[in-house]
């Protein structure tokens, strides 16, 4: 999860599958990310580089890696797998229901030992960071499976130290925090305050952390959030969290950015506009009479368009009077096409959108492809954004079912 990444150098895979990176004398010891597909975010993993040894695996996208050589990779690898397994014979016990408290205990004990003794093979080494930062809440005696659970959750980032470079480096905070605000009461009924309450036992734990660090690793939970169309959570990332630290950093574009997709959410009130360009024109929130508003970005100079637009305007007329009303914005580079293809809906409120990408409406809702739709009540409240003609002719045709 660096803040900032640096390019070293490139391999061609062989035929057999084979690469060599090569690393002259120049390159520092630390953290290093191998990434081997587009886009680098989603297919890339890391390795510890000590500057004193050959580092030297396999990998594979469904297995993962394996090392050969490298005593750090081998030793965080070893660990991880170990510290699995236990984690796995306890899991086995509380999911079975085990009533020998004895075998509990020696479990526990097994894992104590297995931590500290990767701490003590670790010792001078890089991967000790991780062997100690990933040390897990290890009862001394008999616990129920709900107080294990919960102290759990509660002792677990004991061991993570936010401020640490070579933790920062590398994608351990960011895996650690999914696996927090994801794995914490995961099938709770209300999955959406679940995320918030997580989140925020999260944010109390790096409450230490450079401010840097808090916007990269909030800034990622947040895009999750938002690819997974959970803008309720989204936004209260934002709100609670995000926007102070953007403000603190002097960030104004994060802020511009976070503040535009919460203006856009379900359930926000849509961002008014002019219909007719003019400064004292009628404007969005002006509309009445109608029970649905649907705003489409177009364009005279888009194939799609060209041909849903058409289909919006039939299905509108399958609807009774005073159900829908279209508001058109053409994003256009001219005015020319534009007037032309209005002609043929004039059942629609056509509004002229200048400068295609860099016009005003669309920047507010943040359009970066056309056709784009929006769903409006007859407050104006932003409740559908499907991402088709026949996705918004669903969302109707279950309403009125």
């Avoid at 004895?102 to 991780?130: C, D, H, P, V, Y």
């Avoid at 492809?369 to 003609?389: C, E, H, M, Q, S």
Wanted: aromatic share 12%; glycine share 4%; net charge negative.
């Amino acid at each position: 999860m660096p803040l900032s990444t640096s390019y070293i150098t490139n391999a061609e895979i062989n035929e057999d599958g084979s690469f060599i990176l090569p690393l002259d004398a120049s390159v520092s010891a630390g953290m290093y990310k191998i990434v081997y597909a587009m886009p680098i975010e989603d297919y890339n993993f890391d390795i510890i580089y000590n500057g004193k040894e050959d580092v030297e695996l396999t990998f594979n996208s469904e297995t993962g890696i394996t090392f050969q050589e490298s005593i750090e990779n081998k030793l965080l690898a070893g660990y991880s797998s170990s510290m699995l397994l236990v984690s796995q014979s306890i899991s086995n016990f509380y999911r079975q229901h085990g009533t020998d408290t004895l075998a509990l205990t020696s479990i526990f004990k097994t894992q104590r030992e297995t931590q500290s003794n990767f701490e003590i093979a670790a010792k001078g080494t890089m991967a000790l960071q991780f062997i100690k930062a990933n040390s897990p809440y290890i009862p001394n005696n008999y616990e129920d499976v709900n107080t294990y659970v919960k102290n759990l959750e509660t002792h677990f980032f004991d061991h993570v130290d936010f401020n640490n470079t070579t933790l920062q480096s590398s994608n351990f905070l960011l895996e650690r925090m999914y696996n927090y605000v994801f794995g914490i009461d995961a099938d709770s009924k209300n999955i959406m305050a679940q995320y918030e309450h997580n989140m925020d036992e999260f944010c109390l734990a790096m409450k230490d952390a450079p401010l840097a660090i808090k916007s990269s690793l909030l800034l990622q939970l947040w895009q999750i959030m938002v690819d997974s169309e959970f803008e309720s959570v989204a936004n209260y990332i934002s709100d609670t969290y995000l926007i102070d630290i953007a403000k603190t950093l002097n960030d104004q574009v994060l802020i511009d950015g976070l503040v535009q997709f919460k203006n856009t959410s379900m359930e926000s009130k849509a961002p008014d506009f002019r219909l007719d360009g003019t400064e004292n024109g009628k404007k969005l929130s002006d509309l009445s009479g109608s029970e649905y508003y649907v705003i489409v970005f177009w364009s005279s100079t888009c194939s799609h368009c060209l041909n849903e637009i058409p289909q919006l305007e039939n299905f509108i007329k399958t609807l009774k009077k005073g159900e829908l009303q279209v508001i058109a914005v053409g994003l256009e580079d001219d005015e020319k096409s534009w007037a032309t293809a209005i002609k043929k809906s004039p059942e629609f409120i056509h509004v002229l959108g200048l400068g295609k990408w860099d016009n005003e409406i669309g920047d507010k809702y943040d359009v970066t492809a056309t056709p784009t739709y929006f769903v409006l009540d007859k407050n104006k409240r932003i409740i559908a954004k499907p991402i088709d003609i026949e996705a918004l002719e669903s969302f109707f045709n279950s309403k009125n079912n």
